[in-house]
């Protein structure tokens, strides 16, 4: 591009003067009335090597205007003006041009080219080939031929300095000195207007005469042009010491014409020129590596993984900017992006700021996809939350837009307590993060200023990211100010946490720009080529280390100061360097940014100050009803006046700050001896304006301002300051935030009057209960115990603190502590006149069941179903307490014998008094019992289970999911449903368990029967262990311990199966259960079992057998279990001693006792059971030696293992196949069957069998 010169025909007319150029580029024409578009392009000469070329004009050329035109056919008129194109279509012709002056200007541009490029040409030189080329374009511009000679033009130069006068005798124009009176700037001071300013080598504006420029400039050239001839032709060897300096500059007008090339018009206003720097809005400077590398992060999201991104780095350093510069990116695959800022005046809120985010990420799915994506959105969400979207709409109300056929029934829920806490939210937003991102459709959210964060609101983020199951597409990035957060701040353990559970996490630093960037970047905001502005950007750089925020604040402020100006005359800006030099200018933005606004009217000084007591920004309700007192009623007047002075801005529903340091330079107006009195009265005023009124969001921020400082609360105000603080803790309760809860309704209680339980009874009970909720969800027990002790110590009646007691038992439960919760059950209870004997022996139990068990048979379901409803909330809480007893009970084999007894107790109680949600679980706790002492008792066990499910549907059944899952599938449908579909409804307990909140540790014993099922059923081991190790964290961010004993029990089952050896961590779980419980004990003989057979450890298996059978304890689904694969390891160990009988196996009892137990069980279902009678048989065939009749019953097995979809079974029928043909000598159908064993073990994904049958077809 630098190569070519472009000639256009123009007719010439007289110049037009600069006011004429304004009112004609607003015109969109020229000084002759006609548009650039009247202009032909006659064509281009190449400089080296020589060539002319005929162009066709660039359609940008149409908007440059500038320079008068006439008849662009007459040729007597036609002179080769030039402007230089950025873009250009040529077509090569003949180098002898028709235009004859175009040809003659090539032959001089062919002129300087040789002479920079003959041979000895010294670089020395090079300041006068600039001259010879300035004088050139002087000549390809004006259309006048310099003189004297380019040889005089030579000598001249060699003077230092490069005058004006100089130049002007060697141009040989007439051209009178500019000064400033020139110019309609009546503003300027005399002793500025002598002269005009040229940029000297140190930077300074010399004064000195501009004969090439300002004659360009009168004939409507752009001031970027006529500077650039200027400076060539005064020879400025530090400005351009050569050609390849000259064509940089160039190559910079063509690229970015409306930067460089053209006169920036928009500065110029009808009263002159304003303060308006040129800010290209979103425009990163001298960060490519740093967006590479958050592109490269994005790039990752997209590609299916779950990354984390942090930014640290001063205030002002640029981090939310170079997070915006990946927006375009997002955006442009599809995908959203949510940002959302911590204020420092709100940090207790980061937490609803993140679920408003996610809230308005709904918005975004609804507006930016086909109603054909959005349907299937809509389906998806409904099948994830099928029994707990009323949770998810409670989190994100604009949910139901994308789902509106739920809006009324999650109405209708809305009333409900649920128990969340930051484990349930991030629970719920990591499946709903799941279904609405994708590697189509990423998200990034975006939180600036992390170090305001607290705890809560990081383990947020952390739960959200950390996934396991890693099926969402998000990017995290997380800006901080690193000088602003100390070494213990949990923002780094959030880091090294992600980092632990397997989630990208990148960190970068952000410092000053160096010099070079912040020269381009003032060089773009003045529009004025950077070597040209780099005196300044230099002065600029060393006030502020390269601060882009500050760089630019200090720019505004040379502006302001009058230091830095545009000229209407010269059309950009001027400064001179001694003078801002001499000013001594502030390098502290703070002090800049103050400056600005105490220059403001005092009204509008006191409105920034009130809206800095919100932080960022300020919700339009707030700034509604502070308009609405005699205070502040033109408080609205004065933000509109800080938006035109670039304060403030106005977004959809916030009046916000443009940046963080103006909001502090606002608030640092405020003495600091009277802040929290300014929040005080500020929050008084508008709680007193807003009283009656619906709040809405606007509550967390007035209640905010009320609490900088309680002491100062009169005493008059106190009660309706605690009312209103309680009102806030609800508020974030809805909303899932249970830290900031805590923290006004500690405040709350802060407040109450000391005789509050004398005369605010009611409230006072009500503010205990709900704190103890909100403690206990944020992981203080100790705290909610307290709270429920004081309620229970000073209620009136034992009816009003039913509720506490209840509350206060459940937190002793789930803590493990059954002893306290036994005797706290019974103390209750024997309060209700509902006393429990203080014990029952062996014989009574029996006689208890057995005669309940006749009295239930005589029931049909119709008498279940038309029981009524039960009345008064004290018989609902006797049935509470039971089934609290009742888990005690069924897990502690100390009171085992008053399991009967209680579910007679539950179940009279109900048909004495009515049916509750109780009586429900009640009666499923006793089909589980039923199925769990003896296969016999499964079938009446089923009928009670499925009545215990009808009847739950008379009740809100995402209360009772979790409870009734567990016993049902865990314990009955084991034997009658597919295990399979046992452990997908076990997993909808566990998200519905977590989704409310509602008795977590059922949520954590769920997960033990979902491995369990998992391991039988012959799950994907590498699923499998991915879920065991997500429900092991869960486990352990509830404190379980039971089920973190059961589930690292089973992963080491599971590992082994894979072919991994068991981690140190799984063999001392092990070795500490077995000193444990009976249950513990009889997981790990269980689970030793188990990897003891699929190993080949015949002896091993055969020893945890034996243990097992003689345990009366066993439960009868593990007893089915065990008899299974014990059998199976009796005949193998036949196999391998090649004979019948031994002294450790007496197969004639084993096998009838084993197929005995597993037809009980097949008469239940012969889904879970007949393949496992079929292989028993096929085995006791070949052991018999009834080959034919063995054949036939290995691929009856192998069949039936395959329509119930238990691969590791179908695999083990082939196994054994292989083993009994390979024992007849039919090896080619042995191998066939090994081949298959091979399949289905790899399909389950077992290497260990895979390996191991491998070996096998290795000896054929």
Same mark, same amino acid.
């Given at each position: 591009i630098d190569n070519f010169v472009v000639g256009i025909s123009r007719k010439r007319t007289a110049a037009p003067t600069p006011t004429d150029c304004e009112d004609e580029i607003n015109k969109g024409t020229t000084g002759g009335g006609e548009s650039w578009n009247d202009g032909n392009v006659v064509g281009v000469s190449m400089i080296s090597p020589a060539l002319n070329v005929h162009i066709y004009e660039p359609s940008f050329l149409v908007d440059l205007g500038g320079m008068s035109g006439g008849d662009p056919h007459d040729e007597k008129d036609t002179v080769p003006g030039g402007r230089m194109g950025a873009y250009l279509e040529a077509d090569i012709t003949d180098p002898s041009s028709p235009a004859q002056e175009f040809a003659d200007m090539a032959l001089v541009h062919r002129q300087v080219a040789n002479l920079a490029l003959a041979p000895g040409h010294d670089i020395?030189?090079?300041?006068?080939?600039?001259?010879?080329?300035?004088?050139?374009?002087?000549?390809?511009?004006?259309?006048?031929?310099?003189?004297?000679?380019?040889?005089?033009?030579?000598?001249?130069? !060699?003077?230092?300095?490069?005058?004006?006068?100089?130049?002007?005798?060697?141009?040989?124009?007439?051209?009178?000195?500019?000064?400033?009176?020139?110019?309609?700037?009546?503003?300027?001071?005399?002793?500025?207007?002598?002269?005009?300013?040229?940029?000297?080598?140190?930077?300074?504006? !010399?004064?000195?005469?501009?004969?090439?420029?300002?004659?360009?400039?009168?004939?409507?050239?752009?001031?970027?042009?006529? *500077?650039?001839?200027?400076?060539?032709?005064?020879?400025?060897?530090?400005? &351009?010491?050569?050609?390849?300096?000259?064509? +940089?500059?160039?190559?910079?007008?063509?690229?970015?014409?409306?930067?460089?090339?053209?006169?920036?018009?928009?500065?110029?206003?009808?009263?002159?020129?304003?303060?308006?720097?040129r800010i290209k809005e979103g425009k990163v400077y001298g960060r490519e590596n740093e967006v590479s590398l958050i592109t490269d992060a994005f790039c990752k999201v997209s590609s299916g993984k779950r990354v984390a991104f942090f930014i640290g780095g001063y205030s002002g350093s640029g981090k939310t900017m170079l997070v915006q510069s990946v927006k375009a990116r997002v955006n442009a695959v599809g995908g959203y992006v949510l940002t959302r800022k911590i204020d420092e005046m709100s940090r207790e809120r980061p937490f609803l700021d993140i679920l408003s985010a996610f809230d308005n990420l709904c918005l975004l799915i609804r507006d930016e996809n086909s109603p054909r994506a959005l349907g299937s959105i809509k389906d998806r969400l409904l099948l994830e939350f099928e029994n707990d979207f009323f949770v998810l709409a409670r989190l994100l109300p604009n949910v139901t837009l994308i789902?509106?056929?739920?809006?009324?029934?999650?109405?209708?829920?809305?009333?409900?307590?649920?128990? *969340?806490?930051?484990?349930?939210?991030?629970?719920?937003?990591?499946?709903?993060?799941?279904?609405?991102?994708?590697?189509?459709?990423?998200?990034?959210?975006?939180?600036?200023?992390?170090?305001?964060?607290?705890?809560?609101?990081?383990?947020?983020?952390?739960?959200?990211?950390?996934?396991?199951?890693?099926?969402?597409?998000?990017?995290?990035?997380?800006?901080?100010?690193?000088?602003?957060?100390?070494?213990?701040?949990?923002?780094?353990?959030?880091?090294? @946490?992600?980092?632990?559970?397997?989630?990208?996490?990148?960190?970068?630093?952000?410092? #000053?720009?160096?010099?070079?960037?912040? @020269?381009?970047?003032?060089?773009?905001?003045?529009?004025?080529?950077?070597?040209?502005?780099?005196?300044?950007?230099?002065?600029?750089?060393?006030?502020?280390? #390269?601060?882009?925020?500050?760089?630019?604040?200090?720019?505004?402020?040379?502006?302001?100061?009058?230091?830095?100006?545009?000229?209407?005359?010269?059309?950009?800006?001027?400064?001179?360097?001694?003078?801002?030099?001499?000013?001594?200018?502030?390098?502290?933005?703070?002090?800049?940014?103050?400056?600005?606004?105490?220059?403001?009217?005092?009204?509008?000084?006191?409105?920034?100050?009130?809206?800095?007591?919100?932080?960022?920004?300020?919700? !339009?309700?707030?700034?509604?009803?502070?308009?609405?007192?005699?205070?502040?009623?033109?408080?609205?007047?004065?933000?509109?006046?800080?938006?035109?002075?670039?304060?403030?801005?106005?977004?959809?529903?916030?009046?916000?700050?443009?940046?963080?340091?103006?909001?502090?330079?606002?608030?640092?107006?405020?003495?600091?001896?009277?802040?929290?009195?300014?929040?005080?009265?500020?929050?008084?005023?508008?709680?007193?304006?807003?009283?009656?009124?619906?709040?809405?969001?606007?509550?967390?921020?007035?209640?905010?301002?009320?609490?900088?400082?309680?002491?100062?609360?009169?005493?008059?105000?106190?009660?309706?300051?605690?009312?209103?603080?309680?009102?806030?803790?609800?508020?974030?309760?809805?909303?899932?935030?249970?830290?900031?809860?805590?923290?006004?309704?500690?405040?709350?209680?802060?407040?109450?009057?000391?005789?509050?339980?004398?005369?605010? &009874?009611?409230?006072?009970?009500?503010?205990?209960?709900?704190?103890?909720?909100?403690? &206990?969800?944020?992981?203080?027990?100790?705290?909610?115990?307290?709270?429920?002790?004081?309620?229970?110590?000073?209620?009136?009646?034992?009816?009003?603190?039913l509720g506490a007691y209840h509350y206060y038992i459940v937190i002793l439960l789930v803590s493990e502590k059954r002893e306290e919760a036994y005797e706290a059950c019974c103390k209750v209870l024997s309060q209700l006149n509902r006393a429990l004997p203080f014990s029952i022996d062996g014989v009574q139990a029996t006689s208890i069941a057995n005669q309940f068990e006749v009295s239930l048979s005589r029931m049909s379901n119709q008498d279940w179903y038309t029981i009524k409803p039960m009345d008064g909330a004290r018989n609902k809480f006797i049935m509470k307490f039971y089934t609290i007893l009742f888990i005690i009970c069924f897990r502690d084999k100390a009171n085992a014998a008053m399991v009967p007894m209680l579910a007679y107790q539950m179940i009279q109680f109900t048909l004495d008094h009515g049916l509750s949600s109780d009586s429900v679980i009640g009666l499923m706790q006793y089909a589980a019992i039923q199925s769990h002492l003896s296969i016999a008792h499964v079938q009446g066990a089923h009928r009670l289970g499925k009545v215990a499910m009808n009847l739950s549907k008379r009740f809100n059944q995402h209360e009772m999911v979790t409870n009734l899952y567990y016993y049902y599938y865990g314990f009955v449908a084991t034997y009658t449903e597919p295990m399979q579909a046992c452990s997908d409804m076990l997993r909808k307990a566990v998200e519905v368990g977590m989704s409310t909140g509602e008795f977590p540790a059922f949520t954590c014993f769920n997960t033990i029967f979902i491995v369990r099922c998992g391991m039988l059923g012959g799950e994907n081991l590498s699923s499998l262990i991915r879920d065991t190790d997500y429900y092991l964290d869960l486990s352990r961010r509830f404190d379980h311990k039971l089920s973190q004993i059961y589930l690292s029990i089973y992963r080491g089952v599971i590992s082994a199966?894979?072919? +991994?050896?068991?981690?140190?961590?799984?063999?001392?779980?092990?070795?500490?259960?077995?000193?444990?419980?009976?249950?513990?004990?009889?997981?790990?003989?269980?689970?030793?079992?188990?990897?003891?057979?699929?190993?080949?450890?015949?002896?091993?298996?055969?020893?945890?057998?034996?243990?097992?059978?003689?345990?009366?304890?066993?439960?009868?689904?593990?007893?089915?279990?065990?008899?299974?694969?014990?059998?199976?390891?009796?005949?193998?160990a036949i196999r391998s001693r090649n004979g019948a009988g031994s002294k450790y196996i007496k197969i004639h009892n084993i096998y009838p006792n084993a197929i005995k137990v597993l037809k009980s069980a097949e008469r239940l279902s012969s889904w879970n059971y007949s393949n496992k009678v079929l292989i028993l048989a096929a085995e006791y065939c070949s052991f018999e030696k009834k080959n034919e009749n063995a054949k036939a019953a290995y691929a009856a097995a192998i069949s039936s293992s395959c329509s119930s979809n238990f691969i590791h079974e179908q695999g083990l029928a082939c196994e054994l196949a292989g083993f009994h043909f390979r024992k007849i000598d039919e090896n080619k159908d042995a191998m066939d069957f090994f081949n298959q064993a091979k399949d289905c073990y790899a399909k389950w994904g077992s290497q260990m069998k895979v390996d191991f049958i491998q070996e096998q077809l290795g000896k054929f």
């Open positions: 020395a030189d090079g300041r006068s080939d600039c001259q010879q080329f300035g004088m050139l374009l002087y000549q390809i511009y004006s259309g006048v031929s310099p003189s004297p000679a380019t040889d005089a033009l030579v000598t001249q130069s !060699e003077k230092r300095g490069g005058e004006a006068e100089s130049a002007t005798q060697v141009c040989g124009c007439v051209s009178a000195p500019i000064t400033r009176g020139d110019v309609d700037d009546d503003d300027e001071p005399a002793s500025k207007r002598s002269t005009n300013r040229c940029h000297s080598k140190e930077g300074s504006a !010399e004064r000195c005469q501009q004969p090439y420029d300002a004659s360009l400039r009168e004939m409507g050239l752009p001031s970027s042009i006529s *500077m650039l001839v200027q400076h060539l032709i005064d020879g400025r060897s530090d400005l &351009y010491p050569s050609l390849e300096a000259a064509s +940089k500059d160039l190559h910079m007008l063509l690229c970015d014409p409306e930067c460089y090339l053209f006169d920036n018009h928009q500065v110029v206003s009808s009263s002159g020129p304003s303060s308006r720097l789902v509106p056929q739920l809006d009324s029934l999650t109405k209708e829920v809305q009333t409900e307590q649920i128990n *969340m806490n930051s484990y349930t939210v991030s629970f719920i937003l990591q499946r709903f993060i799941r279904i609405v991102s994708s590697r189509e459709k990423p998200i990034m959210l975006f939180l600036d200023d992390l170090q305001w964060a607290k705890s809560p609101a990081l383990d947020l983020i952390y739960g959200i990211l950390s996934d396991t199951r890693g099926s969402s597409c998000l990017l995290f990035v997380g800006s901080y100010r690193d000088n602003e957060v100390d070494e213990d701040h949990h923002l780094f353990e959030l880091m090294v @946490n992600l980092e632990l559970c397997g989630v990208d996490s990148s960190t970068l630093h952000l410092s #000053g720009l160096n010099s070079e960037d912040l @020269n381009v970047m003032v060089s773009e905001f003045l529009c004025i080529l950077p070597r040209i502005c780099k005196p300044l950007s230099d002065i600029v750089f060393s006030k502020t280390e #390269g601060n882009p925020f500050f760089a630019l604040e200090f720019l505004r402020s040379l502006v302001d100061s009058r230091l830095l100006e545009f000229s209407l005359r010269e059309m950009r800006w001027i400064w001179d360097c001694d003078e801002i030099i001499a000013e001594n200018l502030t390098d502290n933005v703070l002090y800049l940014l103050t400056k600005k606004i105490t220059q403001l009217p005092r009204n509008v000084q006191l409105a920034l100050q009130v809206l800095s007591c919100f932080g960022i920004k300020a919700n !339009e309700s707030i700034v509604g009803y502070l308009s609405s007192t005699l205070q502040y009623s033109n408080f609205s007047e004065c933000l509109s006046l800080a938006i035109g002075e670039r304060i403030i801005q106005k977004t959809d529903k916030d009046f916000k700050f443009v940046h963080d340091k103006v909001r502090e330079a606002s608030y640092n107006l405020i003495p600091d001896n009277n802040k929290s009195q300014f929040h005080h009265e500020i929050g008084i005023l508008i709680y007193l304006a807003s009283r009656g009124g619906d709040l809405g969001e606007a509550i967390f921020q007035i209640v905010d301002q009320v609490n900088m400082d309680l002491s100062l609360v009169k005493h008059s105000m106190q009660l309706d300051i605690a009312k209103i603080n309680f009102s806030a803790g609800l508020a974030a309760i809805n909303q899932g935030d249970f830290s900031t809860s805590h923290s006004y309704l500690t405040n709350a209680l802060a407040l109450l009057p000391k005789d509050h339980w004398r005369n605010q &009874y009611d409230f006072s009970l009500r503010l205990f209960f709900v704190r103890a909720k909100a403690a &206990y969800s944020c992981g203080n027990a100790d705290e909610a115990k307290e709270s429920l002790t004081t309620m229970i110590e000073k209620g009136h009646s034992l009816d009003d603190i199966l894979i072919g +991994k050896s068991a981690s140190s961590s799984q063999s001392a779980v092990e070795e500490e259960s077995i000193h444990s419980t009976e249950a513990h004990v009889t997981a790990v003989q269980i689970s030793r079992l188990l990897v003891s057979f699929w190993q080949g450890h015949t002896e091993r298996c055969s020893h945890f057998a034996g243990k097992l059978l003689r345990n009366k304890n066993l439960g009868s689904h593990n007893r089915v279990f065990v008899a299974f694969y014990s059998t199976l390891n009796s005949f193998r």
